[in-house]
């Protein structure tokens, strides 16, 4: 869960994100969150409100939750822009790294809809060839011009579809030619 908080005390938040987890690193994340119950999602919203409101926060802050039963946990809080959120950056209205600036800088907050339906990979370890990347329709590749080494996440990749079925087929092409060699 992802939301931004103004100097006013205004309050807008991204669409619920589902990540999945390999080896303790984030490599997947689609946006908004696919099968998520009314009342998960809501919950969600509420703890965030609650952490933004309490700690009188201004600025992005991301709250991992893991979803046990009926419940959610908390894993992690980051405040400050979050690697589960870099999809916003084609994915959303307004990205997250602008609703931060915004936010601190007493600016309105922009909006935080998705752009359709929207799935991130990171890049962790090795960076596949550019124009194989480049051939997936809608997708739009981020280097962090960081050295390769196992483990470490070295960019990502983020594609927007129409539907869900669009999604789950240029995700699956992505994951086909991201190597990452930490992770099998």
Same mark, same amino acid.
């Given at each position: 869960?992802?939301?931004?908080?103004?100097?006013?005390?205004?309050?807008?938040?991204?669409?619920?994100?589902?990540?999945?987890?390999?080896?303790?690193?984030?490599?997947?994340?689609?946006?908004?969150?696919?099968?998520?119950?009314? #009342?998960?999602?809501?919950?969600?919203?509420?703890?965030?409100?609650?952490?933004? @409101?309490?700690? +009188?926060?201004?600025? &992005? !802050? *991301?709250?991992?939750?893991?979803?046990?039963?009926?419940?959610?946990?908390?894993?992690?809080?980051?405040?400050?822009?979050h690697?589960?959120?870099?999809?916003?950056i084609?994915?959303?209205?307004?990205?997250?790294?602008?609703?931060?600036?915004?936010?601190?800088?007493?600016?309105?907050?922009?909006? #935080?809809?998705?752009?359709?339906?929207?799935?991130?990979?990171n890049?962790i370890? @090795?960076?596949? +060839?550019?124009?194989? &990347? !480049? *051939?997936?329709?809608?997708?739009?590749?981020?280097?962090?011009?960081?050295?390769?080494?196992?483990?470490?996440?070295?960019?990502?990749?983020?594609?927007?579809?129409?539907?869900?079925?669009?999604?789950?087929?240029?995700?699956?092409?992505?994951?086909?030619?991201?190597?990452?060699?930490?992770?099998?």
């Amino acid at each position: 869960m992802i939301a931004v908080r103004g100097r006013d005390g205004a309050l807008d938040f991204y669409p619920l994100v589902e990540n999945v987890h390999r080896n303790g690193i984030l490599h997947r994340s689609v946006a908004p969150a696919p099968g998520v119950a009314t #009342t998960m999602r809501a919950r969600a919203y509420k703890y965030i409100t609650q952490l933004l @409101e309490t700690l +009188d926060y201004v600025g &992005v !802050l *991301a709250l991992e939750l893991f979803q046990d039963g009926d419940a959610l946990l908390a894993n992690e809080m980051a405040p400050r822009v979050h690697n589960s959120g870099h999809w916003t950056i084609e994915g959303a209205a307004t990205s997250q790294f602008e609703n931060h600036l915004r936010a601190i800088l007493g600016l309105p907050l922009g909006a #935080t809809h998705a752009l359709g339906e929207i799935g991130m990979v990171n890049l962790i370890g @090795e960076v596949p +060839d550019t124009a194989d &990347v !480049l *051939a997936i329709p809608e997708a739009h590749l981020h280097l962090y011009g960081k050295g390769a080494r196992p483990g470490r996440k070295l960019g990502h990749i983020t594609v927007r579809a129409r539907d869900e079925g669009e999604l789950r087929e240029r995700l699956e092409r992505v994951e086909a030619i991201v190597r990452a060699p930490a992770l099998r």
